[in-house]
């Protein structure tokens, strides 16, 4: 019950800004539901103040009277069903937003360990419940609140005998829809889960779509299909009984309670003891009592359901990133990022140093990945980082941008240490070309820009001629503005590295992290790409997870890891002739 008030206040909190709004909705709710009862009164007027007494006058001002309140009922329920479904979407997109922008400061271990389809399903579909839920269920439940409460005073005051007996038929009444209910909502969590399931199936299908043909998969994945859209169809058949079943149930057992009071009624009617059109009022307000609880009690389900979505996107929102900010003020300065005029720095003082690090990976912390490391790179130096697979390169990347916290020891850039400095400015020292770049379903242009968006058209184009990729865009029909397809289907493989290392020009960043691709390229576009790194690297500091060897014998100082330890270090000559592991590495991955 404490977590629904604490969810129901951080919708509410979501509600205030558009206080206005929610208020003016609530008088529109308020004037309609009591427009519908008034109508119970004008329809008791028309029978019996028009219809029993034969008064052609007052029929028609009776009926007048009746459709005036019917359009008063109207355009209150338009003014109620816009405002709550318009405050529904308000919400949902603030709530998406607030989520989104938290979410993309979370670091890639938490997506490494709560899986990105998960976190992509809460924010889809657990939004989308919620809007539907705030704009149409809520908005629906206070509706039939309001008249229930509303037809029961009536009906109360119009006649408490025939009031007594409809009491007696409500639990008649909630018990089929207590127990059936139960028994849809436990199908319908069913079949959300096997439409998940075959989300996930359609995602990895469509999506590995090359591998799958090559294997001529085709079959066996159209049948894994069948089956999940088989078991889709069973759990549903079943809510669909149970749905039916109640609905029948709900009609028959109300109709029949109504018939039955009605029989009391007309009874009393001809002894005179109610009027004709009291007992139609009161047979009206009969059947909006029942239709608001048969409203309210579907309603419910949806509102739990909403709740469950709140919490999910409410324990989101509260997921810490996990690398704190810097302790004192947060320091958003510094030295290696100043104008080059004005920087301190000197060619041989480190711009990159580790002290000592270890590091383990907070999901397997029994598993050290680096042991007690510590190297420097110097201003423009070109260090190469060599390793079997699995040694903690990658790690170490990650490290140097702050991705994780260090068990002990520390990294400095330059003389800072890069616990003082705000992650965002850590960052801003790094310019990273992955081994697989990376391109967005977006134009050529503003991949390239991804790395600083506020470059202007001519400088993104002097970045491109620096990564040998301007010939290749100019080629395309719509040169810099050409679409990239989602995954840059439209890129070969060459071509998309020049995009990334594009990127990496245009970001003007002091250090270059560079983790060379494993994969060969033809020979020209190979070319292209090693003549577009060699200018990058002739630029900045540069450091390198090295896979070839032209690029460590160019390197000015490499070193060798071995399960996260250095082990080796040196120039290429040097390295042959003291570290056996070197000399066996370069003959077996890099000759
Ligand atoms: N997110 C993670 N959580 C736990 N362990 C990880 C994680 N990422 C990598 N590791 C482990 O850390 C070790 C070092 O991995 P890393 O990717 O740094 O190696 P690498 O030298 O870059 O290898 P490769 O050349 O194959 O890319 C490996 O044993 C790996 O299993």
């Known amino acids: 019950m404490n977590s629904s008030t604490s969810i129901l206040k951080w919708l509410f909190s979501h509600l205030r800004p558009y206080i206005t709004k929610v208020a003016l909705a609530l008088v529109a709710l308020f004037v309609g539901a009591m427009a519908w009862l008034i109508l119970g009164q004008g329809v008791r007027l028309v029978v019996d103040q028009g219809f029993v007494a034969g008064d052609e006058t007052m029929l028609l001002q009776s009926l007048l009277l009746v459709l005036g309140i019917a359009l008063i009922g109207s355009v209150a329920t338009y003014c109620r069903f816009y405002l709550m479904v318009w405050l529904g979407e308000r919400v949902c997109a603030d709530i998406r937003k607030a989520l989104f922008s938290h979410l993309v400061t979370l670091s890639p271990n938490f997506y490494a360990e709560a899986r990105t389809g998960e976190v992509i399903s809460r924010f889809t579909s657990d939004t989308t419940l919620l809007q539907s839920v705030v704009g149409t269920g809520v908005s629906m439940a206070l509706r039939s609140l309001v008249m229930f409460i509303g037809a029961i005073i009536l009906m109360a005051i119009t006649s408490t005998t025939l009031t007594f007996y409809v009491f007696i038929a409500v639990p008649v009444i909630l018990l089929p829809i207590k127990l059936l209910g139960k028994k849809v909502r436990h199908f319908a969590k069913v079949s959300q889960d096997d439409v998940a399931t075959m989300g996930t199936l359609i995602d990895e299908n469509l999506h590995e779509i090359h591998t799958i043909q090559s294997y001529n998969h085709e079959s066996q994945s159209v049948a894994a299909f069948d089956n999940s859209a088989e078991q889709i169809m069973r759990s549903a058949a079943k809510r669909i009984h149970y749905r039916a079943l109640l609905i029948a149930l709900i009609m028959f057992i109300s109709l029949s309670s109504i018939f039955v009071v009605g029989w009391i009624g007309a009874l009393d009617v001809i002894a005179g003891k109610v009027t004709p059109g009291e007992l139609t009022a009161f047979v009206f307000y009969a059947v909006l009592a029942g239709g608001s609880i048969a409203t309210i009690s579907e309603v419910i389900g949806d509102l739990q359901k909403a709740a469950g979505a709140s919490e999910r996107i409410v324990e989101l929102m509260n997921t810490q990133a996990d690398i704190p900010q810097a302790n004192k003020a947060t320091d958003t300065s510094s030295a290696l990022l100043q104008e080059p005029t004005q920087m301190a720095q000197s060619a041989a003082d480190p711009i990159l140093s580790l002290n000592n690090v270890n590091f383990s990976y907070p999901s397997v912390p029994d598993k050290q990945i680096i042991h007690d490391l510590s190297f420097n790179v110097k201003t423009g130096q070109k260090l190469a980082i060599v390793g079997h697979s699995g040694a903690g390169k990658s790690t170490l990347f990650d490290l140097m941008m702050r991705f994780y916290n260090l068990d002990s020891g520390e990294i400095l850039l330059g003389k800072q240490k890069q616990t003082e400095l705000d992650v965002d400015t850590v960052r801003r020292h ?49 040169g810099y503005d050409t679409q990239l397809g989602e995954r840059g289907v439209k890129l070969s493989g060459g071509q998309k590295q020049r995009i990334a290392i594009a990127r990496a020009v245009l970001a003007k960043r002091p250090i270059l992290l560079l983790d060379e691709a494993t994969s060969a390229l033809d020979a020209s576009s190979e070319k292209y790409v090693k003549q577009a790194l060699d200018t990058l690297m002739n630029q900045t500091t540069t450091i390198i997870i090295a896979h070839r060897l032209s690029t460590v014998i160019n390197a000015d100082n490499i070193i060798v890891l071995e399960h996260g330890r250095l082990i080796a270090q040196g120039t290429h000559e040097s390295l042959l002739e003291s570290s056996p592991v070197y000399k066996e590495f370069v003959d077996l991955q890099l000759s």
């Open 430 to 478: 790094f310019a990273l070309v992955p081994q697989d770049a990376v391109i967005f379903a977006m134009s050529v242009a503003d991949n390239i820009r991804l790395s600083s968006p506020d470059a202007s058209d001519e400088a993104v184009i002097e970045a491109a001629k620096l990564a040998f990729a301007h010939e290749f865009i100019e080629g395309f029909v719509n």
